[in-house]
């Protein structure tokens, strides 16, 4: 992994809790023969822009397990309201970072590259206070769907607003192409520390998005466009599916 200048210093956290409502023990649920949380770090660990690693979990087990990868560890609160307060308490334990990447830990087949793309242009422009990915909805049932995240973006390519609606919506039926927002979320380190102290926004409560916390504070959330998909693990129902992406994505590799 290449090492960031100092003054650059961006550290990824892949945040990892055991008490998930829908699959408790997630992080440490086999895929392939090897714990979910493994795929992630070794996936992460592909990234050039990041001068480290840190898992930030709240149950011993995944941190030995964490630890076992060689990766460092920060022991969060069970209490957290938000991964982004999660992430906020971890990141005190680099307080010489200046950015940090907020790595989902049930997403094995995350795109360094986008990482990357990411964390180059959050430390290129102090003026971004959070850096997020979308990539195009070209299914209409993911449009209409309230579990996919959806995002409108002004010239700058800057986030107006997220939402579980369909935005924007067609109304003279328009052809457009909708972005789904990816959970990937970059910081700069004195923005993160502020926004963990600001209360629940209206709309945050209402969506049951954090982000639009930033946005209602004037935050400025720079998108990166992607046609990657980001394909997360919910629930055990999904995991042989997850599998063949993953055997797909090995044998990718083997012939290139």
Known sequence: MQISPENH???GIIPARWDSSRFPGKPLHPLLGKPLLQHVVERASQCQKL??????????????????YGVAVAMT?????TGTDRIAEAAGADPAASYFINIQGDEPLIDPS???????NL???PSIDMITAASPIRDETQFQDPNIVKVVLNGSQDALYFSRSPIPYPRQGEEHLPLRHIGLYGYRADFLKTFVTWPPAPTEVIES???L???HHGARIRVVLTEHEAIGLDTPEQVPHLEALLRNL????QTT
Not at 51 to 68: C, H, N, P, Q, Y
Not at 114 to 120: I, K, R
């Open 9 to 11: 210093r961006i550290i």
């Open 51 to 68: 001068a480290g690693l840190l898992v930030a979990t709240d149950d011993e087990r995944i941190a030995e397990a964490a630890k076992s």
């Open 77 to 81: 609160s069970r209490d957290h309201p």
């Open 114 to 120: 986008l990482v990357d793309e990411l964390a180059g």
């Open 123 to 125: 430390s290129a422009d």
């Open 209 to 211: 998005l954090e982000q």
């Open 213 to 215: 916390r930033a946005l």
């Open 250 to 253: 090995h044998s990718s590799h």
